[in-house]
Every structure is written in structure tokens, then in C-alpha cells.
């Protein structure tokens, strides 16, 4: 059994004071409210900035942890570190002087020292750069600062088409093929620039806030040689993701054209539609082999509500020999758009019922999303709390909550110790945290811990996941569990087990919303 996750020793007011200064994002003397009572220690002081929007939550644990490094990359304050891919880190950053919020992709050190690999990234600087479409994410700058050469990209308020269909499921079909044809759109307008992408997949394509679907990640976009241009990659080598890899691709990726895109497209949209790869095998070569000599997979076999014309279009896409295939974008698009009045838009209708095609989430996704900070009003999760739960009057007093312990999963040392805060202020004294959805569930029952109360993103499974697996283990199904998070997207909160102990509270919270959730959860019936 896992061991308690301790808190890293508290820093004092003084030295987190002295270590702001010192990271010279804002004056302390500026940005330190008056009512900060001066028992404060460093964590709370660090909460405060955060809620107040003085700092991010991510420079907030630097601060902390003294990672001064980590705070700046060239002309830019990063504001958080949204994930890594092959070649870097991707970072979401605020430019000094023109306060524009974006995002910098970073090549690794490793990846640095190596002439092809720099390579690869200037001609990745020089591709983007010459893309300008709503359908593709748009490049604004490249530099080198001592972290490594970078990449200044638009930022994205969205997610990934794989975070998408992993937390809602399958896609309803209309919905599927409306983001397939907008990727279509931007797709058309590269290869008339002359540029392949070459890794399309729903890792790669970003749907933002106002339901803008956007292609990403075009490192390995392959300059068309009637551009004049040397072929980004020898012959024979091999780049993209082999799930949704052309035939020809895994054989050459030098010696393709527009077709290759086509038909990773077209395993795309089977993905939306049945959340899973096309093909599946026990090894790389055996996925491949399946690409190239495995019958095209029907849509309509795993979703009866796909009508034939749409199948006959995406059949054509995966077609194993480029010449059977769609000859351009512009084809795709003039066909999805003549079938999308036959659509249904209902909810997706798997073959063999609900749950018989389950989302898998991609392992080589490279590009990591924004995930919005902003405060959200409680109204917009007050659907997440459990029906009759509305008021403090008809649950356990403060005095019975005190006697709670509450688990607390978040990886954020600053979070962690918000959440604490509030708990010790309502009287609850055990109030273990850690990082893990594993040690989360391990310390609830080594502690008899009743409630918990979890992070959306931990590190090794979402709080969703980590909800599910509590409801699943017969030690602790009946424990109160709080989501904690500033994402209100519907198809998200899909996942979360429903139940009189589960509830969401928007970040950030104040004591009496966390104390009101608290007392939902746990008065849902008797607790064993």
C-alpha cells in the first residue's frame, strides 16, 4: 500500500516574499493585498496572487519550489506548461510588453544539440509561417533564448479531438463529420500552399471554445518539391502515428501527396465515430500490415445510424491504393457537405449498444491544450451538485464536518494547500493530500477518509477516472467525492459517476461553496 504523500516543508511569508522579488514577475509591494493577515505562510500568500489573477498557479508553485528557470523563455513570462511531444515542451506564456497570451513550443536540449533536428524545427518555423487560415493554427514568431530554439503558436482555448471523444464517447454523427470537414477546409488550403501534413489525427486537430476545429502540430508538413524545396526526410524513413498511417506512408514517407492526408483524415473520422483506431493489432508492424492489407472497416457495422452514403464517402478515403482515393481536399469537402443533410444529430448509436465501442485516449498525443482559468459562476455547475443538497440547513452542521477526514488529490502544491486552508478553517484538521488517483485511493482507506476531494487532472488518471474507480471498489463507493475544476464543458462532466455523494465546485471556490458541496456529498445517506 502506497504511503501517505507528505506536503513539501512550509515556506515561510518571508522567504516566499524574497523569492517573488527575486523572480521578477511583480513587486511584492504591488501586488500583496493589506488583508493578507501577516500569520500567513508562503502557500496561502502564493493562493492569494493566484485567485486575485496576479500570478498563475503554475509560476505560483515556482515561486515556491524557487524554479526560477522555469519562468521565462525569451520575451515571454510562461504562464503554464501544457505538455510535451517528440521534439519539446509546449508552454502557455504572456509576451512582456504586449501582454498577448500564446503558445511556445520549446525543442528540447537533447533535441537542440542535433543539427537535423534543428533542422527539422526551422523548416517547421518556415511551414507555419506561410499558413494563414482559420482552419490551422497560426505561427507568429520564432526565436532562441538559453532554454532552446522556439516556436510562438496561437493558443488554442480547446481541446484535442481525442480529449473530446475520450471524455464524451463517440461523436453524434453530424457532429463528426462537422469537424472533419472543417479540418478538410484547412487541410485544402496547406496543399494548395503546397505543404503535406502527413500526422493527421484527432490528437492534432484542436476544436476551440467557439467550436472551431484547427490543425496543429505541422513539424513533420513536407514541403512539396515542386516548391524546389529538399525533402524534409530521406528516403524509406518513416513519420506520422501508424494507427492512422497511409500504406504508402509506412513505405515512404518522402514520396507522398494530398492522398496520405486523405486517408489519415478518414481514420480520423472513423475514430470520432466508434472511439477507436480503425485497425488494432499487437505490435506497430502488425498495425501497419493491417493498413495496408486488412479489409476497410464499415462504419455502418459499428454505428447503424451512419448513413450508406456517408460510408461509401469514408471507404473511398481509406482506400489502400492512393489512386482509389479522394484525388483532393477540395473532393472530401464538396462530398461531406452534399451528404450532411441526410445527418442524423442525435446521440451516437453503437452497434451491439451502449458502451460497445469504448473512447481510448491517444498515447503520442504532442499537442496539449489550454484549459480555461478564468473564474466560472457557480451557476454553471450547479448541476453537479446532488438533488436536494441546495443548503447547508438540511445537512450535517460545521461542528459534525469537523469530525470529517478528507482526502485531497491534487498535484499542485498551491492548490493543495488552498484546499487545506478552507478545510482547516471549516475545523477539519486530516486532511492528507497527494498527487495520484492511485495514492488518493490507497490513503482513503488507510485513513477511513469519508470525503475526497479531487483535482481534474492528476497524475496518472483524470478526477473523473479516479471518481469512477472509488464508486468500483466496495471499501470505498460510499465516500463523498467533490470534483474541483474551472472546465464547465458538458460532454466532459458526461463521465462523472452520478449519485447523491458525487458533486462539482467551480475553480476557484470560496469557504462557504466548498463547505455547502462537503456537506452535500456526505449527506446522502449513511456513510460506512
Given amino acids: 500500500m502506497a504511503s501517505e504523500k507528505l506536503a513539501d516543508p512550509t515556506v515561510s511569508r518571508a522567504e516566499f516574499l524574497e523569492s517573488l522579488a527575486e523572480s521578477g514577475l511583480v513587486d511584492p509591494a504591488d501586488v500583496l493585498p493589506a488583508t493578507v493577515p501577516l500569520t500567513a505562510d508562503g502557500a496561502e500568500i502564493a493562493w492569494v496572487l493566484v485567485a486575485s489573477g496576479k500570478l498563475s498557479r503554475y509560476q505560483a508553485d515556482a515561486v515556491l519550489a524557487r524554479r526560477f528557470g522555469d519562468l521565462r523563455i525569451g520575451n515571454y513570462d510562461v504562464l503554464d506548461r501544457l505538455g510535451a511531444g517528440g521534439m519539446g515542451t509546449v508552454f502557455k506564456a504572456r509576451h512582456r510588453r504586449m501582454k498577448r497570451v500564446v503558445a511556445l513550443k520549446v525543442l528540447s536540449k537533447e533535441v537542440a544539440a542535433s543539427e537535423m533536428f534543428v533542422s527539422r524545427f526551422q523548416r517547421e518555423v518556415e511551414t507555419i509561417a506561410r499558413l494563414t487560415h482559420p482552419n490551422i493554427v497560426m505561427a507568429f514568431d ?9 516556436l510562438v503558436m496561437e493558443l488554442v482555448n480547446g481541446r484535442d479531438l481525442t480529449a473530446e471523444v475520450g471524455a464524451g464517447g463517440p461523436l453524434p454523427v453530424a457532429d463528426a463529420v462537422d469537424r472533419i470537414l472543417q479540418a478538410a477546409r484547412g487541410l485544402d488550403y496547406a496543399h494548395r500552399q503546397g505543404i503535406i501534413h502527413r500526422d493527421i489525427k484527432p490528437g492534432n486537430l484542436l476544436r476551440d471554445a467557439d467550436g472551431t476545429v484547427k490543425v496543429a502540430d505541422l513539424g ?5 518539391q515542386t516548391e524546389g524545396q529538399t525533402s524534409l526526410t530521406q528516403a524509406g524513413s518513416v513519420f506520422g502515428t501508424i494507427d492512422y498511417m497511409s500504406p504508402e506512408q509506412a513505405l515512404d514517407s518522402a514520396g507522398v501527396d494530398a492522398r496520405a492526408d486523405v486517408y489519415s483524415l478518414g481514420c480520423t473520422l472513423y475514430y ?3 472511439g477507436r483506431a480503425p485497425y488494432e493489432g499487437g505490435s506497430l508492424m502488425g498495425v501497419m500490415l493491417k493498413h495496408r492489407d486488412s479489409p476497410v472497416p464499415s462504419l455502418r457495422a459499428a454505428r447503424p445510424d451512419v448513413p450508406p452514403e456517408l460510408d461509401a464517402i469514408y471507404a473511398r478515403m481509406v482506400a489502400k491504393r492512393p489512386d482509389d482515393r479522394q484525388a483532393t481536399m477540395a473532393e472530401v469537402e464538396r462530398q461531406l457537405e452534399q451528404v450532411r443533410p441526410k445527418l442524423p444529430s442525435g446521440a451516437a448509436v453503437l452497434a451491439g449498444g451502449p458502451g ?15 484549459s480555461p482559468l ?6 454553471a455547475f450547479s448541476v453537479g451538485l446532488p438533488a436536494g443538497s441546495s443548503a447547508m440547513a438540511s445537512g450535517p452542521t460545521p461542528s459534525a464536518l469537523a469530525r ?3 482526502v485531497v488529490a491534487e498535484p499542485s502544491r498551491t492548490q493543495a494547500g488552498i484546499v487545506r486552508n478552507y478545510l482547516k478553517q471549516i475545523g477539519i484538521e486530516a486532511a492528507p493530500s497527494t498527487g495520484s488517483g492511485r495514492d488518493a485511493i490507497d490513503t482513503v482507506k488507510r485513513v477511513g477518509a469519508r470525503v475526497v476531494i479531487s483535482s481534474l487532472h492528476l497524475s496518472d488518471m483524470t478526477g473523473i477516472q479516479l471518481a469512477a474507480a472509488l464508486r468500483a471498489d466496495p471499501e470505498c463507493k460510499d465516500v463523498g467525492f467533490v470534483l474541483a475544476t474551472s472546465e464547465a464543458n458538458p460532454e466532459l462532466m458526461a463521465g462523472l459517476p452520478a449519485g447523491p455523494r458525487t458533486a462539482v465546485v467551480p475553480k476557484p471556490f470560496d469557504l462557504a461553496r466548498l463547505t455547502q458541496v462537503i456537506a452535500a456529498v456526505i449527506d446522502g445517506g449513511p456513510l460506512t
Avoid at 374 to 379: G, M, N, R, V
Fill in 142 to 150: 520564432a526565436d532562441e533564448c538559453e532554454a532552446g530554439p522556439f
Fill in 404 to 406: 470529517l477526514t478528507v
Fill in 356 to 370: 460497445a465501442a469504448p473512447a481510448t485516449a491517444s498515447p503520442d498525443r504532442t499537442v496539449a491544450l489550454d
Fill in 220 to 224: 513533420l508538413a513536407r514541403i512539396s
Fill in 374 to 379: 478564468a473564474a466560472t459562476s457557480q451557476d
Fill in 272 to 274: 470520432l465515430l466508434t
